[in-house]
């Protein structure tokens, strides 16, 4: 069973930081990333990494967000930096099963929340 559990989500003020983990388990994935879904909006790639390191970022959120994986122990991070009010919404982990087409798994979410 294919469990992705986030956590480090939390109340914070601007400017302030934060880091999201995920920790992945029952299978073995390849990309592996954030998302996340204000309210009244769709939900939105964040950051996503691949199982060698090469990353990919929103432009919202380029140089102040970084992801990571340590694939030893099938976790990714999100060091979140410089965080503005915008930011505010469910972070979610993303993780694609590797070698099967179209095949993802999600967390259950958790708020980030920035205010003063």
């Known amino acids: 069973q294919v469990q992705l559990v986030e956590s480090g989500g939390g109340l914070v003020q601007p400017g302030g930081s934060l880091r999201l983990s995920c920790a992945a388990s029952?299978?073995?994935?390849?990309?592996m990333g954030w998302y996340r879904q204000a309210p009244g909006k769709e939900r939105e790639l964040v950051a996503a990494i691949t199982s060698g390191g090469s990353t990919n970022y929103a432009d919202t959120v380029k140089g102040r967000f970084t992801i990571s994986r340590d694939n030893a122990k099938n976790t990714v991070y999100l060091q979140m930096n410089s965080l503005k009010p915008e930011d505010t919404a469910v972070y979610y982990c993303?993780?694609?099963?590797?070698?099967?087409?179209?095949?993802?798994?999600w967390g259950q979410g958790t708020q980030v929340t920035v205010s003063s």
């Open positions: 029952g299978s073995i994935f390849s990309t």
């Open positions: 993303n993780a694609k099963k590797l070698g099967v087409s179209n095949v993802y798994y």
